[in-house]
Antibody, heavy 118, light 112 residues
Framework: EVQLVESGGGLIQPGGSLRLSCAAS????????MSWVRQAPGKGLEWVSV???????YYADSVKGRFTISRDSSKNTVYLQMNSLRAEDTAVYYC????????????WGQGTLVTVSS | DIVMTQTPLSLSVTPGQPASISCKST???????????LYWYLQKPGQPPQLLIF???NRFSGVPDRFSGSGSGTDFTLKISRVEAEDVGVYYC?????????FGQGTRLEIK
């Protein structure tokens, strides 16, 4: 059974850093495109970042230069390092599993809430 | 960026009646490999999104056959043949032809 469990969210001051984790089971993260998607309170869905099977990474313009996606195959976990956080980064962050050639998630985690506020 | 536009933004449907949601993209979602990268999701209240339809018309595992997807190029439709109470939530279309992948604004379905 495919499962994705996010962790690492919380309350952080503007300018601070946070690292989110997405622990996967039922498949290997290095065999799929893995994405982070966020949802601000009461708003729609916004794609944030993806890491391809080859390790190539891409980011939304809104987070480029501040966020870094990575994975640890030994832990079967994907990470999102978030630096220089802003109030507008406040959202529930979801981890999503794509396929071996498409980014669109077929399975999603339950999400972790990040609140950026002083 | 490819912009995805959904209509209507809200829908109120009597149980047992059909419902339809339109999604239009600003450019064709047809890839040179012959696949069209258009997806439909449902986000039930308090839950993460769940995949309903992939590549325009393929139902994901476990999705009831009352859900169907159709369309091509830039115009797509999600249809629910007979709405049930458990279908309430927000429906999103998504394109993954090119990065950034982009979602429609969402269509909220409620039961009358």
């Amino acid at each position: 059974e495919v499962q994705l469990v996010e962790s690492g969210g919380g309350l952080i001051q503007p300018g601070g850093s946070l690292r989110l984790s997405c622990a996967a089971s039922g498949f290997t993260v290095s065999s799929k495109y893995m994405s982070w998607v966020r949802q601000a309170p009461g708003k729609g869905l916004e794609w944030v970042s993806v890491i391809y099977t080859a390790g190539t990474t891409y980011y939304a313009d809104s987070v480029k230069g501040r966020f870094t996606i990575s994975r640890d195959s030994s832990k079967n976990t994907v990470y999102l390092q978030m630096n220089s956080l802003r109030a507008e980064d406040t959202a529930v962050y979801y981890c999503g599993r794509g396929t071996s050639e498409a980014t669109a998630p077929d399975y999603w985690g339950q999400g972790t809430l990040v609140t950026v506020s002083s | 960026d490819i912009v995805m536009t959904q209509t209507p933004l809200s829908l109120s449907v009597t149980p047992g009646q059909p419902a339809s949601i339109s999604c239009k993209s600003t450019q064709s979602l047809l890839h040179s490999n012959g696949k069209t990268y258009l997806y439909w999701y449902l986000q039930k209240p308090g839950q993460p999104p769940q995949l309903l339809i992939f590549e325009v018309s393929n139902r994901f595992s476990g999705v009831p056959d009352r859900f169907s997807g159709s369309g091509s190029g830039t115009d797509f439709t999600l249809k629910i043949s007979r709405v049930e109470a458990e279908d309430v939530g927000v429906y999103y279309c998504l394109q993954s032809l090119q990065l950034p992948i982009t979602f429609g604004q969402g269509t909220r379905l409620e039961i009358k």
